[in-house]
């Protein structure tokens, strides 16, 4: 739709030497010059991104050595050893406890639920998505570290971080499974399968690259935020001991090189390497994301005809 | 026996219940710890020293709606260019550019709107609007002398113009998906009558895609409203009103990341102020989830399975 000429079969210059009052002209070329001009809207997006990653990796850059993942930091200075581990665990932690919960509602809510009450649950799967992240965060140092008395901790955070990722990896397993089509499931069937077997063989099998996306997917949301956090857990300068200790988080350390503000040099530096680290996780994932997804769409296309 | 059997049927079904569960539990969190503690009718006014909310809710309505409206401005625009002007290979280029604005975590966009964008704004653009767009309500600085301050940069507008960045992704991605939605046939139609694309897009497609476009307007509200981390950081944190758009103010979200740290020394005055705070994220919360249900309940269903939005 986007290539064919407004009349089609005649040249638009048949057209255009038969349009007296030029009617026609001024409308094809209101067209041609809104063709010119609208795409120019993708510099609002792309403009920012390149400043931004531009300014980032410049301050980040210089002076970013082997040092700055391998040592601890001490104060505002030294490396970022322990809260890359620390961003890494906390999202280990989160990511189990998303699959766990989100998985395994996704996949009851696509595979056992009545339309009607599967609509229900995917309205409040749909509706938790939008939840502010600063509003899980007070929830979760309101549940786990007061009532639980968890203290700021790993397992606070973790379960915080994880409350957050459950929504995304629930609807993109319940999407994926959703989307198995229904002929696969009757040949399934037909050809003699248990129900268990289908969904676990032949279900799992064509969603699974879907849902794997899916959980990268909400780790790559999940990593990158700092309101969850900041509420629960605090910036400690060696990397995580166990469950009930206070884990530190790259994001921590952004947010306390900002607090510094132009005070002190070596935590915004501190702070830009860590927002550059980020950025490389963050950004990886999504290019996995796009691997897994592209990969599958091409290996199942046959499927869908 | 049977029993047993029904059992085993019947459990996984509390899995469904997951999001529910969570939601209620983060009312019902929230509900506990505010004590439900009576601020009286000042809690729905301005005056802050005696625990009101409108001057949050304000701020968070004054940037979230302007945000709002660029980010739908662009964003269609955007989303029109992508699905009818760009060759394929143009759009497949240029679409993933926008999608990564969306993966960019909040506090990145902070640091980097906070030592960058807003000296910069501050320098080049808001000092020439305070001087040559002075006319236009809002644009005028308080007094002369408060120029140097202007140029610092953060305040109002910057956090209007990153707030704008970081949900045009979601109002485009939604709008896109509404357009390619609309039938083959709309279009082959309207061509075939002679109309241009831009006029099929004006009057057939955009109208058939109106659903879309009200809910990308709900959802992406939704998300300006809720931003945190990145707001604070720009919006130059103040419990006041602001004056003029360069002036430092303070939205719902910015306020409980900007106070917690206070509320959570438990002093008489910090529980008074934790119950406070409970409220307030109450209230935020009832307005996403709001909007988020109407914005939902027009899309219905849509698969933007790879931005994840």
Not at chain 1, 64 to 90: D, M
Not at chain 1, 172 to 178: F, M, R, V
Not at chain 1, 273 to 287: D, K, P, S
Not at chain 2, 142 to 147: G, M, Q, V
């Amino acid at each position: 739709m986007a290539t064919s000429t407004p009349l089609a079969g005649l040249a638009p210059e048949d057209i255009l030497t038969l349009d007296r009052s030029g009617h026609v002209r001024r409308r094809v070329a209101f067209d041609r010059a809104v063709g010119w001009l609208l795409p120019l809207l993708f510099a609002v997006a792309i403009v920012p991104i390149g400043w931004l990653l531009y300014y980032i990796g410049s301050q980040a850059l210089p002076g970013f050595t082997v040092a700055v993942i391998t040592t601890n930091p001490s104060g505002a200075t030294g490396g970022l050893y322990a809260p890359l581990v620390g961003s890494l665990t906390i999202l280990a932690v989160a990511t189990g406890v998303a699959i766990l919960f989100g998985f395994l509602g996704g996949l009851v809510t696509s595979e056992y639920l009545s339309d009607q009450w599967a609509g229900w649950v995917r309205i409040s799967a749909n509706v938790m998505v939008g939840t502010p992240a600063i509003i899980v965060g007070l929830f979760g140092y309101l549940a786990f570290v007061i009532y639980f008395h968890w203290g700021l901790s790993l397992a606070a955070s973790g379960l915080t971080l994880g409350v957050f990722m459950t929504p995304y990896v629930f609807r993109a397993t319940d999407i994926a499974y959703g989307s198995v089509p229904p002929h696969i499931r009757e040949a399934a069937l037909g050809s003699g399968a248990r129900p268990r077997q289908y969904l676990i063989r032949v279900a799992s099998a064509i969603a699974f690259p879907q849902v794997l996306g899916g959980i990268f997917l909400a780790m790559a949301i999940g990593v990158g935020e700092t309101a969850p956090l900041y509420l629960t857990t605090t910036a400690v300068e060696l990397p995580p001991t166990g469950l009930f200790q206070p884990v530190s988080a790259l994001s921590l350390y952004i947010w306390s090189g900002f607090q510094a503000g132009y005070i002190l040099p070596s935590a915004i530096r501190l702070a830009f390497q860590a927002a550059f680290l980020l950025l490389v996780i963050v950004i990886g994932l999504n290019i996995l994301v796009r691997l897994i997804v592209a990969r599958s769409r091409r290996r199942l296309q046959g499927l869908f005809q | 026996m049977v029993h047993q059997r029904r059992w085993l049927v019947w459990w996984p079904f509390a899995f469904a219940l997951i999001p529910l569960a969570l939601t209620l539990a983060i009312v019902f969190t929230l509900l506990r710890a505010s004590d439900l503690q009576d601020f009286g009718w000042s809690f729905w006014g301005l005056d802050v020293s005696n625990y009101g909310i409108l001057v949050y809710v304000t701020g968070s309505f004054l940037t979230a709606v302007p945000a709002l409206l660029f980010a739908m401005v662009i964003g269609l625009g955007i989303a029109i260019a992508s699905t009818t002007y760009l060759p394929r290979f143009l759009a497949a280029v240029l679409d993933p550019v926008v999608d990564l604005l969306a993966g960019i975590p909040s506090i990145v966009y902070g640091i980097w709107g906070y030592f960058i964008v807003a000296p910069f704004f501050g320098k080049n653009v808001f000092t020439w609007t305070a001087i040559h767009l002075a006319w236009i309500p809002g644009f005028k600085p308080t007094h002369d002398s408060s120029l140097p301050l202007i140029a610092t940069g953060d305040g109002l507008a910057l956090a209007i113009i990153i707030l704008t960045l970081m949900i045009l992704p979601i109002t485009t991605l939604l709008m896109r998906d509404a357009l390619q939605a609309v039938p083959r046939d709309l279009w082959e139609s309207g061509l075939a009558l002679g109309a241009t694309r831009w006029e099929v897009t004006r009057r057939v497609a955009v109208p058939h895609a109106k659903r879309g476009v009200w809910g990308a307007a709900f959802l992406g509200f939704g998300r300006a409203i809720g931003e945190t981390v990145a707001v604070f950081m720009v919006i130059d944190q103040a419990s006041k009103l602001p004056t003029n758009v360069y002036d430092g103010t303070s939205t719902m979200a910015s306020l409980i990341i900007g106070s917690i740290d206070s509320a959570m020394e438990l002093n008489p005055s910090g529980v008074t102020e934790l119950h406070f705070l409970c409220e307030l994220a109450i209230v935020l919360l009832l307005i996403t989830l709001a909007v988020n249900v109407a914005g939902r309940w027009m899309i219905r269903r849509t698969y933007t399975e790879v931005a994840g939005l």
